[in-house]
């Protein structure tokens, strides 16, 4: 049975209500629960819409230096407590130990630092018109409302509040049922900083505790890393009160090597591309088109690398570097696609199985997994699988094979390997896709807009459009002679 009970945090504290709606949060390289989580009631909800209001005045008052000095000291907390807070993720998410040991908090403390650093930047313009003049004010939104999903629970988490605290709001943020953890922490953390009470809340829950506050007028924008057919219901909530929103959707990416890459440079890239965190990455390069001339000694390398390279096990273990999937449920739907590429007629070059590492046998393991023989109209090249299925295909010319890459309503990410820089940057010009690599993959420093074309996301996380995306601006004309008019 569950140890503690994660309760929802508004105004500073942990706070209870008499419902007590409970759920369990489960350790998906075990499968035993690890904690129970109080889901917020509506009565929760409007409390922490109140919260946040009250913050929003107190925060949005407060001069920007200060505001950045007060988020400095929240990324300096997070660093200290980064072993921590890693094996939180951990535990929540089943993902490798190598892995949220140095990107997960330390990714959520860049973007927080970052931000922190943009503060006192955002400033306004003037400009005279004859003898009169106007200047411009970029205002905080408001109350804004972050949706978190569950493969970065904390970065998410640290991204959104980042900006969004930068530029003077406050947020509401309801992390991913599956992994409440994370984000609960880094508002107990925001308040150690300094962070006045209401100006970063949390409250937990799922769908429908998030469509609640996506529909309520106190909340000024959304946004939600999530996949494509949450981000429809969510931008369909957000219409009836015309709310901004910022959508960081799913993808199905391609990966595309030319005869002239360097093949051990681009396996690696593929493999990141679809094996790191299990391969539970919205941007996964998981439409990996090979050019027929170094197709077999790429295949012939990527299946070595993958047999000797891979070792699946305790997501504590250091060695670990494939973890456990999300969930049962997910893990099902991943090999439910496995099962249905082989149906569909794609060859199975390698894994393709359930995998019970020792010690961890009622996790939800799925090994590295590769389809060769694969097609662009089977469902396992179409649409998003989220764990480690890499479908290779194969091309022979530039143009054929970014037409096929743009084949998809999908558009976040792309990565281009070859020598040619002249070509690397034509194609990569070409991709339809919002966050692109050149002989890289996966890298996302926060100084980078990221964000998806076509149905893969509206707005843009990180970078400086991301910080300005949390304001609005106000004009403001100043007459400087007697007012004069036909009336
Ligand atoms: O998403 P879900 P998951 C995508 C990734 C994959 C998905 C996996 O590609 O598609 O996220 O995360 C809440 N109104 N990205 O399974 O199920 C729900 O409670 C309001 C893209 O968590 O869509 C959860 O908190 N909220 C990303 C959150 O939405 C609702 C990077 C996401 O849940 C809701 C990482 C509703 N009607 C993952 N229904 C990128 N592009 O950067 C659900 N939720």
């Not at 003049?133 to 904390?154: D, K, M, Q, S």
């Not at 047999?307 to 049962?328: F, Y």
């Not at 100084?447 to 509206?458: A, D, L, N, R």
Request: proline letters at 4%; glycine letters at 10%.
């Amino acid at each position: 049975m569950s140890s503690t009970l994660l309760k929802n945090f508004i105004h500073g504290r942990y706070v209870s209500h008499n419902d007590n709606t409970c759920f369990d949060v489960i350790n998906p390289a075990t499968g035993e629960i690890i904690y129970a989580v109080e889901a917020a009631s509506e009565a929760l909800l409007e409390q922490s819409l109140l919260s946040a209001q009250q913050g929003f005045i107190k925060w949005s008052k407060t001069p920007a230096i200060e505001r950045a000095r007060i988020l400095q000291r929240a990324a300096a907390i997070l660093r200290e407590r980064n072993d921590e807070l890693a094996r939180v993720e951990v535990l929540d998410t089943g993902k490798p130990w190598q892995e949220a040991a140095v990107v997960d908090v330390q990714t959520g403390a860049d973007a927080i630092e970052y931000f922190a650093n943009l503060c006192p930047s955002m400033m306004g313009e003037q400009q005279s018109v004859g003898d009169d003049f106007f200047y411009t004010r970029h205002e905080p939104l408001g109350v804004c409302f972050g949706i978190g999903a569950w493969n970065y629970p904390l970065q998410i988490a640290c991204w959104k509040a980042a900006a969004a605290l930068a530029a003077g709001n406050s947020m509401i943020f309801k992390p991913s049922e599956e992994t409440p953890r994370g984000a609960t922490l880094l508002a107990e953390i925001l308040i150690e900083a300094g962070v006045p009470a209401g100006v970063f809340n949390v409250v937990h829950g799922d769908g429908k505790v998030g469509n609640y506050m996506v529909e309520h007028p106190a909340i000024a924008k959304v946004s939600l890393t999530g996949e494509v057919g949450t981000g429809k219901k969510v931008m369909a909530a957000a219409a009836g009160t015309l709310k901004k929103v910022t959508m960081e959707l799913g993808g199905k990416s391609p990966l595309i090597v030319f005869d002239d890459a360097d093949i051990d440079e681009a396996v690696t890239g593929a493999m990141i591309g679809n094996f790191y965190t299990q391969g539970e990455v919205c941007t996964n390069g998981t439409r990996v088109f090979v050019h027929q001339d170094c197709y077999d000694a790429f295949l012939e390398r990527l299946l070595e690398r993958s047999k000797n390279n891979v070792i699946v096990g305790n997501p504590l273990d250091p060695k670990t570097n494939l973890g456990a999937l999300i969930s049962s449920s997910h893990m099902h739907k991943v090999l439910d696609y496995i099962q249905l590429g082989k149906d569909q007629g794609a060859t199975l070059a390698f894994g393709g199985e359930r995998i019970k590492p020792l010690g961890c046998e009622n996790g939800f393991f799925v090994g590295p997994t590769i389809f060769t023989d694969c097609t662009d109209d089977m469902r396992i090249t179409r649409e998003e699988i989220f764990g480690p299925v890499m479908s290779v295909l194969k091309f022979a010319t530039e143009d054929e094979v970014i037409q096929r890459a743009n084949n998809s309503d999908f558009g976040l990410a792309a990565g281009v390997f070859c020598k040619d820089i002249r070509r690397a940057h034509r194609v990569i010009a070409q991709l339809e896709a919002g966050i692109c690599w050149i002989n890289a993959y996966g890298n996302s420093p926060v100084e980078m807009p990221v964000g998806g074309y076509k149905q893969s996301g509206i707005g843009r996380e990180n970078g400086i459009e991301a910080f300005r995306s949390y304001t609005q601006t106000k004009s403001i004309y100043v007459g400087m002679n007697k007012l004069e008019g036909p009336f």
